[in-house]
């Protein structure tokens, strides 16, 4: 069982952090969703689960909107309109949207579990589009080491790095090789 990176605020930020390495040489990048069994267990993790399992088709999808809503998260940040193309994408993630409807549970109500993959990335879509539409919109940082791609709401405003153990460590790595360089050339 894979274990996917998680703690950017919301799902569909952890969503954005499936596809490794996207600012690094391309023999470092890594898609961490390529398979259907990946996916599917992915969406376990979740909470999103499909009542029927993923297909290849589904994983190109996820890939096509995950990057598409990346984009747009990015330029949100920096106060820029999104690509049409882009816009597009996620205009058509959304479309399998059902709305959310509910069951009775052991433990009162739940959520009905999505019927499909493109369900439960429509569900994704849609907490994006009101993180990235409403007031969440200026808790959402980027990651900050530059050769990560991470973004996370922070209600805070100090968080710095999408993960203290990956990338929080590796900018202390990187600071304490500087510092020791330049103290032994010195």
Do not use: K
């Not at 799902?11 to 596809?19: E, I």
């Amino acid at each position: 069982m894979t274990t996917f990176r998680s703690g950017n605020g919301a799902a569909w930020l952890d969503l954005l952090s499936t596809r490794e390495g996207r600012y690094r040489d391309a023999s470092r990048y890594r898609d961490r969703i390529d398979t259907p069994d990946a996916l599917h267990e992915w969406l376990r993790q979740n909470g999103l689960e499909p009542a029927r399992y993923p297909t290849a088709t589904d994983v190109e999808l996820f890939a096509v909107t995950r990057e598409a809503l990346h984009r747009v998260t990015v330029q949100a940040l920096h106060g820029e309109a999104a690509s049409p193309a882009d816009a597009h994408a996620v205009a058509e993630a959304l479309s399998a949207d059902r709305g959310l409807e509910i069951e009775r549970g052991d433990a009162g109500l739940r959520i009905r579990r999505p019927d499909s993959a493109q369900e439960a990335l429509a569900r994704l879509t849609r907490t994006a589009v009101e993180d990235l539409t409403g007031p969440h919109v200026a808790q959402l940082h980027a990651c900050g080491d530059d050769t990560c791609a991470g973004v996370f709401l922070d209600p805070t405003g100090r968080r710095r790095w999408c993960t203290d153990q990956s990338c929080g460590n590796r900018l202390r790595v990187r600071a304490h090789r500087e510092r020791t360089r330049q103290t032994s050339g010195a």
